[in-house]
């Protein structure tokens, strides 16, 4: 049973990654499984509760020319201007309170101005919800972590293509980057 967590709304953001449709939605091109559809609820109540306290939202894209070397890897997915690229249906409404970041690689930092950004805005601690676990997630988590903020993964709120993957991202994000997990009831601003 995981404890709860006290966040200072006023230095936390919460980074929602890939939440898009090629990822989320059954017919996208990188379906994550039953998992990333169960998460997308339970983003959007702590999402909700964020906003009330005035917790900092991003939403991180993965964002693909159409010749990305990732696709060697992946398969074409989340190219600009797709179905798939874009937010699922039910946290796009949120897009117009959020600092949006596209990404071409796996984390959120490489080749884009977050870090900047979260520094102007005086984040120290960031929550990672979203898919996958063991991908943009925990490399994302990886590069928060070696730039000193504090993080916080709801482990009800992250999924990945196997339950394998899951909790191989869970336990490094924990053990190497000495990251909080909880679950996201247990979150409070």
């Known amino acids: 049973m995981s404890k709860k967590v006290v966040v200072n709304p006023e230095e936390s953001a919460l980074v929602v990654e890939d939440m898009q449709k090629d990822f989320c939605y059954e017919d996208g091109a990188l379906f994550m499984g039953e998992g990333a559809k169960e998460i997308i609820p339970r983003i959007r109540r702590l999402i909700e509760k964020g906003i009330q306290k005035k917790v900092h939202l991003i939403f991180a894209q993965d964002w693909h020319s159409p010749a990305s070397e990732e696709f060697e890897i992946w398969g074409q997915h989340c190219v600009p201007g797709t179905r798939g690229a874009e937010i699922v249906d039910e946290l796009s409404p949120f897009l117009k309170e959020a ?10 930092f490489f080749g884009t101005d977050l870090d900047l950004h979260l520094k102007e805005k005086g984040i120290k601690t960031l929550i990672i919800v979203g898919v996958a676990t063991n991908i943009c997630v925990m490399h994302t988590a990886i590069d928060a972590s070696l730039r000193g903020y504090e993080l916080i993964l709801p482990e009800d709120c992250v999924a990945a293509l196997s339950d394998y993957e899951h909790e191989y991202g869970l336990r490094h994000i924990k053990s190497v980057l000495n990251a909080t997990i909880t679950s996201s009831g247990n979150i409070i601003f």
């Open 99 to 108: 600092y949006v970041v596209k990404k071409e690689k796996y984390t959120d």
